[in-house]
């Protein structure tokens, strides 16, 4: 069954546009707090957000849907993604709500939930929560409305419980870290707790203004912390995106480790200490051919899944597996956190300096890449252009040519229009001509 609404990180979109207005966040409110509500006590949900203008708008409409059939609604303004998983257990909450379109421009949104457990909602919560939305949900009588109150502490409470994350006797004296906010949700948390850690901080994207979230900065934009690294001869860079659930690390030499690199680390470390979870790691189909190969030289397997941490958090539970992530910078180690946590992910490259008194141009190049390539091609949503005849050939004859020497993985995004199409393959020129060839095919379709 096809859904309407959530892609594969909950529902996202342009604000004030179609799905993402108030009318549709106020409904959505009504429809996820029926679903959560109990019978027997008072219930309670958790909402944080980034730093985007339309946040406001869609957080008085979700506390207005929420409110109305009987939810007591707890503001904790902006915190990370992570935080609100981490709270909606902490604080007992019967749903956790996100407001945060991640890494996109300020012009989008998006809104995410978690459940009581702290994990991200099954495909099966988010059917039925559509068919609510579809169908209308009761509202509370007169005396049973929600309350609605901002909350303080919260940004404390995570600084905290991400500082667990080492062991208390590790500290981070005498390092100097550069650390990009991307204006977003951990402006205030993340050069927070690497103070209180006792390292040098040089923060970066620290300054939102509703409009520059992941404008330049961040994850997706890592070359101003690269520069920013050599300009305060730092010994490392942590770019975190606009809901700090991704990391993307810069070594001391300005070089870029993406999550790929950063799960082989982590990995491999784990499994030498015996922390490794049945010596799997869990990634996407996305995730560099690269690593699967550095995973297997050294005993480790990779599992992978389709793309969105979601699925890896399923996996991991459902196998019990401790680490996995996304070669965007969603490291997931269930031993500290349900979803993506950008800021402890970074804590794990940090303990391993620490502990190895290595660089971090020595740690984090764990494998040699297989040369990949990701073409974006955006599409009218009302058409299907891999369906195509001579899509479907330039396909077939791209997968001859690469045999089992590379892998192409061609899919539509979950969040976007667009088809991704992705190829890998040790000859660098043959890899080139093959994309482009079907990505060309595609935008004629």
């Not at 809901?243 to 030499?253: G, K, L, P, Q, W």
């Not at 008194?357 to 073409?375: D, N, Y």
């Amino acid at each position: 069954m096809s859904r309407k609404y959530f892609g594969t990180d909950g529902i996202r979109g342009r604000a004030n546009t179609h799905p993402m207005t108030a009318e549709l966040a106020l409904r959505l409110g009504v429809a996820v707090g029926h679903y959560f509500k109990g019978d027997a006590r008072a219930n309670r949900v958790v909402i944080g957000k980034d730093t985007r203008r339309s946040g406001y708008m869609l957080e008085t409409a979700l506390t207005a849907g929420l409110t109305s059939v009987g939810m007591d609604v707890y503001l904790l303004g902006p915190v990370p993604t992570p935080a609100v998983g981490m709270l909606t257990r902490s604080m007992r909450a019967d749903l956790g709500v996100m407001i945060s379109a991640s890494h996109n421009p300020y012009y989008d949104n998006g809104i995410k939930f978690f459940g009581p457990d702290g994990y991200k909602l099954s495909d099966e919560v988010e059917h039925a929560i559509e068919d609510l939305l579809e169908g209308g949900a009761p509202l509370a009588g007169s005396d049973d409305i929600g309350r609605a109150r901002r909350i303080e502490g919260d940004r404390t409470r995570y600084v905290e419980f991400a500082k667990t994350a080492l062991p208390r006797r590790l500290r981070l004296d005498g390092l100097k870290i550069v650390i990009d906010c991307a204006n977003g949700a951990a402006y205030k948390t993340a050069p927070e707790v690497l103070w209180e850690l006792g390292a040098e901080v040089v923060a970066m994207g620290v300054s939102p203004n509703g409009f520059n979230i992941n404008d330049g900065c961040g994850s997706t934009a890592p070359e101003a912390a690269a520069a920013r690294v050599l300009a305060e001869g730092a010994d490392l860079g942590i770019c975190l995106d606009g809901d700090a659930d991704r990391v993307i690390i810069i070594d001391e030499t300005g070089a870029v480790a993406d999550g790929d690199q950063l799960m082989g680390l982590i990995a491999t470390r784990w499994a030498e200490a015996g922390l490794l979870a049945r010596n799997t790691l869990v990634a996407t189909v996305m995730s560099n051919l690269g690593l699967e190969r550095h995973l297997a030289d050294n005993g480790l397997t990779l599992l992978r899944t389709p793309v969105g941490d979601r699925y890896v958090v399923e996996e991991m539970r459902a196998g019990g597996y401790n680490l996995g992530g996304e070669q965007s910078g969603h490291i997931v180690m269930s031993d500290f956190v349900t979803t993506g946590d950008g800021l402890i992910g970074g804590l794990q490259v940090l303990r391993a300096m620490v502990e190895t008194g290595q660089k971090a141009s020595a740690l984090t190049r764990v494998f040699t890449p297989v040369p990949q390539l990701l073409q974006n091609v955006r599409f009218d949503a009302a058409r299907v252009p891999l369906d195509a005849p001579r899509v479907q050939k330039a396909i077939t004859d791209a997968k001859a040519k690469f045999g089992t020497e590379g892998r192409l993985l061609i899919r539509k995004s979950g969040t976007e229009p667009l088809i991704r199409v992705m190829g890998e393959h040790a000859d660098a020129t043959l890899l080139e001509t093959t994309v482009n060839a079907i990505a060309a095919e595609i935008a004629k379709a």
